[in-house]
């Protein structure tokens, strides 16, 4: 990542880290978010727009905070019943930030070509250029054309 697009301090970056490992852990063959360096993702997306950085920063405080009253060593020194009981309580004080942080999370992890790899999604290949895509077998709209419209016509 470049210089310009860092919104967070390494402090955040490695709360971010460990909150996103709580909302998609490592599972089997499928590493967690935070190991995957969805943090990054999410960093990026962040720089792009100002109300997301300050809604993240805010949040981050928040669940830093939050964690400090529960233990001398933060977020990480929580057992993972701990952590997941803080983020149920920062997720109910604060939804908007926490259906970001989700949504974020959702949204780097399953487009990551490592995750792609892992439960076997072939990405479609791009055709050529200047070939023609495949048509649409229009005879599965038949049944739809022989409804009567459920709109006015006016």
């Not at 490695?14 to 960093?43: H, M, Q, Y």
């Not at 997301?52 to 993972?80: E, H, P, Y």
């Not at 790899?117 to 791009?126: A, F, H, S, T």
Request: hydrophobic share 40%; charged share 25%.
């Amino acid at each position: 990542m470049s210089e310009g697009k860092q919104v967070l301090s390494p402090a955040q970056r490695s709360l971010l880290t460990e909150v996103i490992n709580r909302i998609i852990p490592a599972k089997d063959k499928l590493p967690g978010a935070g190991d995957l360096e969805i943090t990054g993702f999410i960093e990026n997306v962040a720089a792009s727009k100002p109300e997301l950085t300050r809604l993240l920063n805010d949040g981050l405080a928040k669940i830093g905070v939050a964690a400090g009253q529960d233990s001398t060593g933060g977020f990480g020194s929580l057992s993972n019943t701990a952590k997941d009981e803080l983020l149920r309580a920062i997720e109910a004080a604060n939804p908007v930030f926490f259906d970001q942080l989700v949504l974020q999370t959702y949204n780097g992890y399953y487009t990551n070509p490592e995750v792609f790899k892992l439960i076997g999604y072939n990405v479609p290949k791009l055709a050529p250029p200047g070939s023609q895509p495949e048509l649409l077998d229009t005879s599965l709209l038949d049944q739809q054309r022989k409804r009567e419209p459920f709109w006015k016509k006016v």
